[in-house]
């Protein structure tokens, strides 16, 4: 078993990766500002670092000893980024950058960054997004995803850094927190359970590939204390579901109809995103992941029983 570092354990996927990663039995190092007062993740066999991310020492004293590091920090999304693009480069891209620095020099077996499956691919044609898919980002926060990953070659060829960047879809899952603005799945059915109104962006045409969380992270988990072959992999589901099709497959979960609020679909937003995952099927194996309607159910009954 391995020494784990997860930065960014109390968000929404840093807190499943750390329960599931203590569940292996790995060391686990848990680091995170810690600013909502409550720990997302439910294990306490592990150590638990507050800590700042903008600050390079306490990223420093954290990322010492360790042999696995996973970045799963994220300050902004594609909805709050747009509002002010220099905040990504200020705080994801600079700290980033200093912790794939970081890294290199304490000599960590291999960093997991989580990057972007869907804005760092851009509007482009196409049914499916494989990884050599030249990547187009027009939004921030894409281009800030796909600025880290050039870093990453960067202390790869010059300083040896191991490093994988995890494409990740659109995952949703139960303790995703609705106030990030991320996530349909998650927002809508936080908005029915406190009757709020429920708003689609655009027409309802939006494509995207969904995956649950737990299967996400069990997919990441396959990757531990294995030889990637590659640098970069597309970790989604690998099939495409419209927005519309979202909310009418809650409405049969939830068993009741709401009305919907149409609002206009920013700009940087994409039409079609759909992963083509044969690159991590082929090392790894595949999945018997949940559908869409088992992983929102499951979901909405860990949302109402909790």
Partial sequence: ?????????????????????????HEVTAFDRFSRG??????????IVPGDFLSVADLAAAVAGQEYVFHFLSTTTPATVDADPTIDLRTNVQQSVELLALCARAGIRRLF??????????????????E?????????????KLTVERYIDYYAATAGLAAVSLRISN?????????????????TLNRILRAEPIVQLGDGSMIRDYIHVDDLIRRILRMVDAEPRHRVYNLGSGEGTSVAEVL???????????????????ATFV????????????????????SLTEGIARTWMEMTTA
């Fill in 248 to 266: 009418a497959t809650v409405r049969d979960v939830v068993g009741r109809d709401f009305p919907v609020r149409t609002a206009p679909k920013p």
């Fill in 113 to 130: 960054y989580a990057s972007s499956g869907g804005a760092i691919y851009g509007p482009q044609p196409g049914a499916t997004f494989v």
């Fill in 271 to 290: 039409d079609h995103v759909v992963l083509d995952v044969a690159r991590f099927v082929d090392e790894f194996g595949a999945d018997d992941d949940l």
């Fill in 1 to 25: 078993m391995a020494r784990c570092l997860v930065i960014g354990a109390n968000g929404f996927l840093g807190s499943r990766l750390t329960d599931a990663l203590v569940a292996s039995g």
């Fill in 38 to 47: 409550t720990r997302a993740f439910s294990s306490t066999d592990l150590t």
């Fill in 132 to 144: 050599d898919t030249p990547a187009a980002p027009v939004s921030p926060y894409g281009i800030g």
């Fill in 171 to 187: 995952p949703y899952g139960a303790n995703a927190n609705p106030s990030k603005r991320q996530g349909v799945i998650p927002i």
